[in-house]
């Protein structure tokens, strides 16, 4: 099979998303009054109105629609004033009102967009923009929409071997998730590559979390997303035939199942098939995408106004006092961090994205002060994330992580008035991650201490010189590189402990001098 980077030589992609999102935060479900409760006993918080009995008559909720206007004015969204539900046919177990309540052709978020940067790696896949000179680009992509829907009951399917339908003995349903808010936000296909998705995901994620609307967990599938990708030849403006790809519940796999059906569609066009409009399911294991249904259309579907529910007609005073509660988004706090912290452009944008860290580092900031801030950065954004390195998602893993700011700012404190190095703060840091306490104690139960006395280095530098008057010789006649390793010596005679800031001047004096 041929890489990716080969096929978009000769093809464009073309990718679209659609994420839904559960609005978790929520106490309870969209037209009913039953809890929203992660983990609960199954069909324990079920109602007339979410199970479709007859007669019930659904109330939305608001802090729903609240949520929703959040979101749309997070991502550039207008929001549209005067919309309505409707009813969407949909016959099967898992929404046993036979049909969903959805949003029409208008829905309470319109016409949005988002900027991705893009840099390193992900910005390697794209050849056809221009850089900056690190590498890195910015594109926009805009939103077509995102509208309110109710999710469906979890079915469980028992006796098979992957816990799909196919293959089960019998099937489980629990009704607490049915008519649970659900958003769906849809993009326009304007998405280039895997590393694009991803990002997007990304971003998205990040500023959900931020406004607080859901947990946004990808795992527990809270936030999921399905791709529509489609190739056409570099040139052409009409658009080829998609496939959508469902199961992408991480970013791993929304990358890594794009980039598979990159190469798929490649090789059946190139090989002069068509490609079929079908859904298709990433299976993680075998990496490849396989056919789950071939496309039904939107008229399979029909939409009638749902009768029991009066349009809306939003004041501006309600969207307003949404507006008033948007808190600080990650774009916004990016450029804070370079203005007033000083953090370099991939360093601000990292922390600003994971809304943990980000608070963690700002709560450090807060008692080391301003000036420690790049060293904080540089423990919580390098030394962490090689400690924690298990997963793509460095979230997830942060809240193992048992430090507190308060013990993060007395070691940079440490480091910072030469008490130890900054080789054996990153000892200290990793033992506070690990097991937490304080940083002071550690320094001083690993016996660490940095020698920082000039008479004392002063000894151990001449020693180191005059075991090697060859070094010396060659440093003389211009091989300046060679300062490295006599600090190296001086290091490793003072097992660890010297101050590299002393050795490096005492060095200096001598060899100069
Ligand atoms: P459908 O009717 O199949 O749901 P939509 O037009 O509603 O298709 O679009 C669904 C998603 O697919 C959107 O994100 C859209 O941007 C994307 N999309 C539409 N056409 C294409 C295409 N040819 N290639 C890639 N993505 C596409
Ligand atoms: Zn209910
Ligand atoms: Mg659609």
Not at 484 to 491: D, K, N, R, S
Request: negative net charge; glycine residues 8%.
């Amino acid at each position: 099979m041929r890489s990716v980077e080969q096929v978009l030589r000769d093809w464009e992609v073309v990718i679209g998303l659609e994420v839904h999102c559960e609005l978790t935060t929520l106490n309870s479900k969209m037209f009913c009054g039953c809890a929203l409760q992660h983990g609960a006993e199954p069909n324990t918080n079920v109602c007339p109105v979410c199970l479709g009995l007859p007669g019930a008559l659904p109330v939305p909720n608001k802090a729903a629609v609240e949520s929703i206007v959040l979101a749309g004015l997070a991502t550039n969204c207008e929001i549209e004033k005067r919309t309505m539900f409707y009813r969407k046919g949909y016959f099967y177990p898992d929404m046993s009102k036979n049909f969903q309540t959805t949003q029409g052709p208008v829905a309470f978020c319109m016409r949005g967009w988002l900027d991705l940067e893009l840099d390193g790696a992900g910005a390697a896949e794209r050849a056809d923009v221009e850089k900056d000179r690190d590498g890195s680009y910015t594109t926009r992509i805009a939103i077509t929409r995102i509208h309110m829907e109710e999710d469906a009951a979890k079915m469980i399917h028992v006796g098979g071997t992957d816990g799909r339908i196919a293959g089960a003995d019998h099937s489980l349903i629990d009704y607490n998730r049915c008519g649970a808010p659900l958003t769906e936000l849809v993009t326009e296909p304007d998405l280039r590559t895997p590393a694009e998705a991803r990002r997007f995901m990304q971003k998205l994620r990040q500023i959900y979390l931020t406004l607080g609307i859901s947990d946004c967990s990808m795992e527990a599938g809270s936030m999921r997303c399905d791709g529509n990708i489609s190739l056409r030849r570099r040139g052409e403006t009409a658009l080829g035939t998609k496939t959508e790809l469902k199961n992408l519940n991480s970013f791993k796999s929304l990358h890594d199942g794009l980039a598979y059906e990159i190469v798929r569609q490649a090789q059946v066009l190139e090989e002069g098939g068509t490609v079929k409009q079908e859904t298709r399911h990433w299976d993680i294991t075998r990496k490849r995408t396989v056919v789950m249904r071939t496309k039904e259309t939107a008229d399979d579907y029909r939409l009638f106004p749902e009768p029991d529910l009066a349009p809306y007609d939003l004041s501006d005073e309600f969207i307003d006092s949404v507006r008033a509660k948007l808190p600080e988004l990650p774009e916004t706090k990016k450029a804070r961090y370079q203005a007033d912290l000083g953090l370099p452009s991939h360093d601000a944008l990292l922390m600003a994205d994971d809304a943990m860290l980000g608070a963690f580092f700002e709560e450090t900031v807060a008692i080391a002060g301003v000036r420690q801030a790049r060293a904080v950065a540089n423990l919580l954004l390098n030394d962490l994330a090689a400690l924690l390195n298990a997963s793509d998602e460095v979230e997830a893993s942060t809240e193992d992580a048992r430090i507190t700011p308060a013990a993060l700012a007395a070691l940079v404190g440490l480091i910072d008035d030469g008490t130890i190095s900054s080789g054996q703060g990153k000892q200290v840091f990793a033992t506070l991650v690990r097991e937490g306490g304080d940083a002071q104690a550690v320094v001083e139960a690993e016996g660490m201490r940095q020698v920082s006395d000039a008479d004392a280095i002063e000894t151990v530098v001449d020693q180191v010189l005059a075991g090697n008057p060859d070094k010396v010789a060659q440093y003389r006649d211009g091989k300046k590189g060679l300062k490295g390793f006599f600090v190296g010596q001086a290091m490793r005679a003072m097992r660890g402990q010297g101050n590299p800031k002393v050795i490096n001047e005492v060095l200096d004096r001598r060899l100069e001098g």
